[in-house]
């Protein structure tokens, strides 16, 4: 009599653990930089962002598939922003066999440390096809200008 293991695999547990490792990377990566994140524990779902500085403001993009612009929070409090709302699972028509349930519902929240050089009182933000975005405008001291070079006379 033989006996056989066999290597169970829980792909969820599998994903869960890369998810975390990704993440870790990225904390570290971004360690020195004013963009450090924190996730709120109770968040069911997180939305990813990408973010963009150009020469006068710094903008935030949250994939928000579902989500009514009803249903999102944006505030500041200090130099913190958080992005939270709920995403609302509609009614399921029910069938006799349901194969894979994998759409995300439910509370998210997204918090950001925003750099000294962004004015809180001119944040504003637009929705559009599932993506919200955050604009940031930059103080007007940390705006890049141009100094001209004069010619000394002699």
Same mark, same amino acid.
């Given at each position: 009599? @033989? !006996?056989? *293991?066999? $290597?169970?695999?829980?792909?969820?547990?599998? !994903?869960? $653990?890369?998810?975390?490792? &990704?993440?870790?990377? @990225? $904390?570290? /990566?971004?360690?020195?930089f004013?963009?450090?994140?924190?996730?709120?524990?109770? /968040?069911?779902?997180?939305?990813?962002?990408?973010?963009?500085?150009?020469?006068?403001?710094?903008?935030?993009? !949250?994939?928000?598939?579902?989500?009514?612009?009803?249903?999102?929070?944006?505030?500041?409090?200090? $130099?913190?922003? *958080?992005?939270?709302? *709920?995403?609302?699972?509609? !009614?399921?028509?029910?069938?006799?066999?349901?194969?894979?349930?994998?759409?995300?519902?439910?509370?998210f929240?997204? *918090? @950001? +440390?925003?750099? /000294?050089t962004?004015?809180?009182?001119?944040?504003r933000?637009?929705?559009?096809?599932?993506?919200? +975005?955050? +604009?940031?405008?930059?103080?007007?001291?940390?705006?890049?200008r141009? &100094?001209?070079?004069?010619?000394?006379?002699?």
């Amino acid at each position: 009599m @033989f !006996a056989i *293991t066999r $290597n169970h695999r829980d792909p969820a547990g599998e !994903a869960l $653990n890369l998810e975390r490792r &990704i993440s870790r990377l @990225f $904390n570290e /990566a971004l360690s020195g930089f004013d963009w450090q994140y924190r996730d709120s524990a109770g /968040a069911a779902w997180v939305p990813p962002v990408d973010i963009f500085e150009e020469a006068d403001s710094i903008r935030i993009q !949250a994939e928000v598939p579902g989500v009514k612009p009803v249903d999102v929070k944006i505030s500041v409090e200090g $130099n913190v922003l *958080t992005i939270s709302g *709920t995403k609302q699972q509609t !009614a399921e028509e029910r069938t006799e066999r349901v194969h894979r349930y994998e759409r995300t519902y439910g509370a998210f929240e997204r *918090t @950001f +440390t925003l750099p /000294a050089t962004v004015d809180a009182d001119k944040i504003r933000a637009s929705y559009d096809h599932g993506v919200l +975005t955050v +604009t940031l405008p930059k103080v007007e001291k940390a705006k890049p200008r141009q &100094i001209q070079v004069e010619l000394q006379k002699s």
